[in-house]
């Protein structure tokens, strides 16, 4: 990065040219040494012949997952336009809410994240059964966890809020007023994040 934005002078560009750089060769270097050291990883001929079972499967699962993606994106971008609307003290909260809201519902995300390995690998070895208890724990888990972060930004979203935004800014105490607001909101609501992304 350093030799694109100091030595070349590309500045912002530089930075992002060097990061896509570095993306190329860490995959280059990661898919060199995974199929050096792994017999699996390797492609044969008998690889490339499609699998009309598996690609049904995969088509069931992605295709309701790629719909929900694109609703969620669409949805955020409606969202997006209609907060606009109000001024740039209300951006401000809404995205410095939603940095917020990204961290309090970090932990239950990595935990359903994991949970999709664990159920992976058991619908792979069928074992339904294990999936059903694992799954009757790690909702309680979440449940749990998504409770709690949604009791602690209640009462402490003020003080994540004012991490995100500068203390010499004008407008600070009505952007943390307005970010309050919908973190109250969002908080009641995390039990519900937590199992869906659990769900999903």
């Not at 909260?93 to 359903?112: D, N, P």
Request: net charge positive.
């Amino acid at each position: 990065m350093i030799v694109f934005v100091v030595s070349l002078g590309r500045g912002v560009k530089g930075v992002a040219v060097a990061t896509v750089v570095a993306q190329c060769c860490s995959a280059a270097a990661g898919v060199w040494y995974r199929v050096r050291k792994y017999a699996c990883f390797r492609i044969g001929g008998e690889d490339l012949v499609p699998h009309g079972g598996a690609i049904c499967t995969i088509m069931r699962i992605g295709l309701s997952m790629g719909l929900q993606a694109l609703f969620l994106s669409v949805g955020d971008m409606v969202v997006s336009r209609a907060v606009n609307a109000f001024g740039t003290d209300t951006v401000a909260a809404y995205a410095t809410g939603s940095r917020v809201t990204q961290i309090a519902s970090l932990l239950y995300f990595l935990l359903a994240e994991s949970f999709a390995v664990y159920v992976g690998q058991n619908l792979g070895a069928r074992e339904v059964g294990r999936i059903r208890s694992g799954f009757k724990s790690v909702v309680v888990i979440v449940a749990a966890m998504s409770v709690v972060s949604g009791i602690a930004v209640f009462f402490f979203g003020n003080v994540l809020v004012r991490w995100f935004i500068s203390r010499d800014d004008p407008h600070l105490d009505d952007i943390v007023a307005i970010a309050m607001g919908m973190l109250r909101v969002y908080g009641a609501f995390y039990p519900a994040l937590g199992l869906i992304l659990l769900y999903n």
